[in-house]
Nanobody
Framework: QVQLVESGGGLVQAGGSLRLSCAAS????????MGWFRQAPGKEREFVAA????????YYSDSVKGRFTISRDNGKNTAYLQMNSLKPEDTAVYYC????????????????????WGQGTQVTVSS
């Protein structure tokens, strides 16, 4: 089992940057694939980015590709989401999630594949 705690959210102007962190408990963090999702008011939760347990592969939604970067430091049991060139439409609660290694690249964008979730951190981008 793993527990996840996000931090780093806040209010930023359009064009600015934020880095979200996801701290994981337990000694098996390095064996989990990690994902970031977000949910804006009145909208469904959507996939943002994911990374395999080894860090060898990454996946991004089209809406954030080229602006956001997912990374992880297995020695620190922490995953990160670097968000640059933020837009007002990036405003949402951001969640990190963990899964045992997924068997297909098509699974990474599906929130139902992730068993463990953090409580979320609010990101607000002003225009």
């Amino acid at each position: 089992q793993v527990q996840l705690v996000e931090s780093g959210g806040g209010l930023v102007q359009a064009g600015g940057s934020l880095r979200l962190s996801c701290a994981a408990s337990g000694r098996t963090f390095s064996s989990y694939d990690m994902g970031w999702f977000r949910q804006a008011p009145g909208k469904e939760r959507e996939f943002v980015a994911a990374m395999t347990w080894s860090g060898g592969r990454t996946y991004y939604s089209d809406s954030v590709k080229g602006r956001f970067t997912i990374s992880r430091d297995n020695g620190k049991n922490t995953a990160y989401l670097q968000m640059n060139s933020l837009k007002p439409e990036d405003t949402a609660v951001y969640y990190c999630a963990a899964s045992r290694p997924l068997k297909s690249s098509s699974y990474y964008s599906s929130d139902s594949e992730y068993r463990y979730w953090g409580q979320g951190t609010q990101v607000t981008v002003s225009s």
